[in-house]
């Protein structure tokens, strides 16, 4: 089974891309993050004649993520109980969704961006890595084949940013972010996309101001953790580099992992 994650920075803009990434890489899960539309407004029909169920959650043009499957879409879970709520009405942000394909519970997660290290938007970052990470624990201790996908919005490492020096003080590379990252890897599960990828420069994400991109000042910030259950059924991890050439990219790119589903 091939699973990619994607930050597609508009499905609506992007359904064309997908569907050609769908079919080029042959992908049976797409779990999906900043489909910036409504679950009304998410391109349903074109998806479905491609032959995927469609999950979706989201209420607005900010956030959204959802999750395309051809290999069964079971048990869809709009946001993780204790999910912590943000904004001047306090409210669950559409930034994560959980549901079970082929086997494999996937979530697709887009992870808060903090904004600033004094920001209240940070404390909710951190707050929500923490009560994630909780029930990461719990499906861990069950034994179920979990997987965690998406724009962590972390920069794990020094050398996953171009220049670690122009970020100093800002959001993405603070320790409290890092520790709040690491605590997957605690909690048993395993980045695979650093297992197979460990090249420092294999970047997911380029700015579209100042040519980041074809200067290749990139992040590290698109990730798959996978449960100790599933970690030994993942066979490979590849980083779609190429999906950012070309009009009407999105400022990331997919990370696609492969497992084999005969232990399932």
């Known amino acids: 089974m091939r699973i990619a994650t994607w930050n597609i920075n508009s499905i609506r803009a992007r359904a064309d891309r997908a569907l050609a990434f769908l079919e080029r890489e042959d992908v049976d899960v797409l779990a999906l993050q900043e489909t910036k539309c409504k679950d009304a407004q998410f391109p349903r029909e074109a998806f479905e004649a491609a032959g995927y169920e469609i999950a979706t959650f989201g209420f607005s043009q900010w956030n959204g993520v959802a ?10 879970t709009p946001g993780f109980d204790g999910q912590p709520e943000f904004g001047e009405t306090p409210a669950v942000e559409a930034r994560a969704l959980g549901a079970t394909c082929g086997g ?26 923490g009560r994630l990470r909780e029930h990461a624990v719990a499906w861990a201790d069950a034994g179920d084949k979990v997987a965690l996908v998406g724009d962590w919005n972390v920069v794990p490492l020094d050398t996953d940013v171009w220049d670690v020096a122009a ?17 997957f890897a605690e ?34 910030i698109d990730f798959a953790y996978t449960s100790p259950a599933l970690t030994p059924l993942v ?3 590849r980083i779609d580099r190429d999906e950012r050439r070309g009009k009407g990219a999105s400022d990331h790119v997919p990370v696609i992992v492969d497992v084999d589903t005969s232990a399932l």
Do not use: C
């Open 187 to 220: 909690a048993g599960y395993t980045e695979v996309s650093r297992q197979f990828l460990p090249d420092e420069h294999r970047y997911t994400y380029w700015d579209y101001q100042q040519l980041r991109f074809p200067r290749n000042e990139g992040m590290r």
């Open 235 to 237: 066979t490979d991890v």
């Open 67 to 76: 999750i395309l499957s051809r290999v069964g879409l079971d048990d869809v």
């Open 104 to 129: 494999v519970r996937v979530w697709s997660l887009y992870v808060p961006h903090g904004r600033a290290l004094d920001n209240p938007h940070y404390a909710y970052k951190l707050a929500w890595l």
């Open 167 to 183: 970020f100093e003080g800002q959001t993405h590379v603070s320790e409290p972010e890092r520790e709040a990252f690491r605590a």
